[in-house]
């Protein structure tokens, strides 16, 4: 039972939250009516206790730093509720486990925050082993919690700092989740996924993350009527009205000349440009779902991409079609013909939807109000285990999400310039350098080749781009032939799509002065998973935000774990296995493929293929690759499309084993592919020739000096090969730096 004091105070919280929030509680059912339970969650502000107070019908005994409890503001407060004050030392540690101990042995409800502090950046951190101690010696349950919808007011660290700051919306909705109880728990990093697991649902659930891509382009563009927001080498230069006007006019064009009614997949060949950006932009404004394709495959691979998504038009452009000669099996549609069919009331139609249309009628004119963040927004397509491409589907909210969370953590403002280098066909390329140019503070200027060293460098000076999103091959080729000048506004690179060295970030920190930091995702997850937060982007030098040889900790609203790859058991600290992920960038699944997309997302959980560790502070740190694959200049190179192919060559039957495809460590290409077989009647040099020949891309193609014969191919015991095995054959022989 409340006493009279915390009754009165319990009541009073309620009030005041419900003023200043729109606030919710969930799952309040888990906590236990009678009887003691140990509450553990994360911790996003200095308010966070009186959430916790407010939610639960009973009292909570709160664990709190005894400098922030007896301070005089709120001492009055922390009496009355019962918080106990935590002190430093082994000592005071000590006694503070031991009134915790006492009040649940009357059968209290205790809250920790075993983060052991306040986040800088929205994340969730390692979890301290301390209240698996309490709840071990008592034997009581742990009730997991997750605080949703706190990041961003002024009681957090956004934008830098606690308090002096403007709010950023009146009445932000906030919520409080309970999860149900857990018991004989030996990990904390079991507990710290579980409440991400809840922090997932609760972001799923909250009302305001659910704006759709197109939505908040309109309310980007509006902001930025005059403002420079797209640039491309081309020449090309818009601001945030002209973005939007050309954007309506396009889709004006596209509904009238192009587009059946019936017509929802529009397929698009467009490098990174602001033609490019458009072309996407007014397919989402018209409702479409763009499909960015691989313009670096063959036309088999192409045309089976167009298959399978249905498309009957490609987006296009003359000077593009004449330098790649694709056979397609769709009408192309080329942008250059488009803008002659434009009229005078086009473009009126476009400058009073830009310039003077209140914009929730705009949006209801444009029928963006029927959109829902479940709806599809592109598909995506990737290479499966055996080459043949797989249609990742992409929606509103999963793309969304990568967004949002990426401006949470790089603090982005109205001084960034985003360098678009990385193709759209890339999920990377698409989310990262297009959408959140689109729907974000940042300008993007965009060059439509990566590999071209000397303009990108001259487009990032000439622009003062200050962050930069690529793989590490890319960042080599920067690395050798741009100059320190051109990169002289950069504070932000980040690499992603293979491992990136560390010898490779020291001497692109020697050269231009900022070290690129590793992320981690795949194009099933949106793409990004996790991302190192770049030191120049906090004001907060009191926790970790970012540690070289890992991939970062995982997004906001991300949850991430490790399992036996044999048991599928959860694993603890340091453990390597599998890693699983799920959150909103989990995709709707593989076009037109619901077994392989069973294959791979379990209860929500998506299966990476990669193998991995989850560190006491919850970093991801990339062991090895369970999955056949090597990602090559940011693209998956499937290894058991290039052994059938050369078992063709080579006339072996189905059931010969004669060559295993693997990969090893490169220190120009990040990896090197290599061919193991038991003798070949053909020559590298002719086989690589065949290869070529049988339409595999260029990247997919070993060297002729990376072909070695050995005794057999090493298999496990259920006939399938030894992956493991295989490597180190591999390396032995390679060493793992070959060029």
């Not at 830098?160 to 009445?171: D, M, S, T, V």
Request: with cysteine.
């Amino acid at each position: 039972m409340m006493d009279l004091r915390y009754a009165t105070l319990w009541r009073l919280l309620r009030v005041l939250l419900r003023i200043l929030y729109r606030f919710g509680v969930r799952g309040r059912e888990h906590l236990p009516r009678r009887g003691p339970a140990l509450l553990v969650a994360n911790h996003v502000t200095f308010i966070d206790g009186v959430l916790l107070l407010a939610a639960s019908p009973r009292p909570i005994r709160i664990l709190a730093k005894a400098s922030f409890v007896e301070s005089w503001k709120v001492s009055w407060l922390c009496r009355i509720a019962g918080v106990v004050p935590m002190r430093p030392g082994p000592k005071a540690l000590a006694e503070t486990l031991r009134v915790a101990r006492e009040a649940l042995g009357k059968g209290e409800l205790v809250c920790m925050f075993p983060e052991g502090g306040i986040t800088r950046s929205g994340q969730l951190r390692g979890f301290k082993r301390g209240f698996l101690a309490l709840a071990g010696q008592t034997g009581v349950p742990i009730i997991p919690v997750y605080l949703e919808g706190l990041w961003g007011s002024i009681f957090s660290f956004s934008d830098g700092k606690f308090f002096w700051k403007w709010p950023r919306r009146w009445r932000r909705s906030v919520s409080v989740w309970f999860g149900p109880p857990l018991s004989h728990v030996g990990e904390p990093e079991i507990v710290r996924r579980t409440v991400a697991e809840l922090g997932v649902i609760a972001l799923r659930e909250s009302r305001e993350h659910s704006l759709v891509l197109p939505r908040a382009m309109l309310r980007e563009c509006r902001r930025s009527l005059r403002r420079a927001k797209l640039a491309d080498t081309s020449g090309q230069e818009m601001t945030g009205g002209s973005l939007l006007m050309r954007s309506l006019i396009l889709r004006r064009l596209l509904l009238r000349n192009v587009l059946a009614q019936d017509e929802k997949n529009v397929g698009l060949i467009l490098p990174p440009s602001g033609g490019g950006v458009l072309a996407n932009a007014a397919l989402a404004l018209a409702g479409r779902v763009a499909v960015n394709l691989n313009y670096t495959v063959s036309s088999t691979v192409m045309n089976s991409c167009i298959r399978q998504a249905g498309i009957r038009h490609v987006l296009t452009s003359h000077r593009v079609m004449e330098k790649l000669h694709y056979e397609l099996e769709a009408e192309p549609v080329f942008l250059e013909e488009l803008r002659e069919k434009v009229t005078l009331a086009d473009k009126l139609s476009a400058a009073v939807a830009t310039y003077a249309t209140p914009l929730r009628l705009l949006e209801r004119l444009l029928g963006l109000t029927r959109l829902t963040p479940d709806d599809l927004l592109t598909i995506i397509f990737t290479s499966g285990s055996t080459g043949e491409p797989k249609g990742v589907m992409l929606t509103h909210r999963n793309v969304a999400s990568n967004v949002n969370a990426f401006n949470q953590l790089v603090h982005l403002s109205d001084n960034d310039v985003l360098a678009g280098v990385l193709p759209f066909f890339h999920s990377f390329g698409y989310t990262a350098t297009m959408w959140t140019a689109l729907t974000l503070a940042p300008k993007g200027v965009y060059h439509y080749d990566p590999r071209d060293a000397r303009h990108v460098g001259e487009m990032c000076g000439k622009h003062q781009a200050t962050i930069m999103i690529a793989t590490p091959t890319f960042l080599r080729f920067y690395l050798k032939r741009c100059q320190p000048e051109d990169f002289a506004a950069l504070d932000v690179v980040l690499a992603g799509a293979e491992k990136l060295p560390k010898e490779l970030c020291d001497a692109f920190e020697e050269r231009f002065g900022v070290r690129p930091l590793e992320g981690y995702g795949t194009t099933e997850l949106s793409p990004v998973v996790a991302v190192n937060i770049p030191p120049s982007r906090t004001t907060d030098k009191t926790q970790v935000l970012a540690k070289e040889g890992t991939v970062g900790r995982p997004l906001p609203g991300v949850a991430a774990k490790i399992t036996d790859p044999e048991s599928d058991q959860e694993l603890g600290v340091n453990q390597p296995g599998m890693l699983w992920i799920k959150g909103p960038n989990v995709m709707a699944g593989y076009l037109g493929q619901p077994e392989k997309t069973a294959q791979v997302i379990r209860d929500g959980w998506y299966k990476t293929g990669d193998l991995a560790s989850i560190d006491e502070d919850g970093f991801i740190r990339i062991t090895g690759r369970e999955s056949r694959f090597s990602k090559l200049g940011g693209e998956m190179v499937p290894h058991l499309k290039i052994e059938e192919t050369i078992q063709k060559i080579i006339g072996a039957g189905e059931d010969e084993l004669k060559v295993a495809v693997t990969a090893v460590p490169d220190e120009r290409k990040g990896e090197r592919l290599v061919v193991l077989h038991t003798g070949l009647d053909k020559s590298p040099e002719a086989v690589c020739k065949e290869l070529s020949q049988a339409g595999l891309p260029n990247l997919w193609i070993p060297s002729p000096d990376s072909f070695h014969q050995v005794a057999e191919i090493p298999v496990l015991g259920t006939g399938k090969v030894d992956l493991k095995a295989l490597q180190t054959l591999a390396i032995k022989e390679f060493g793992g730096t070959g060029g």
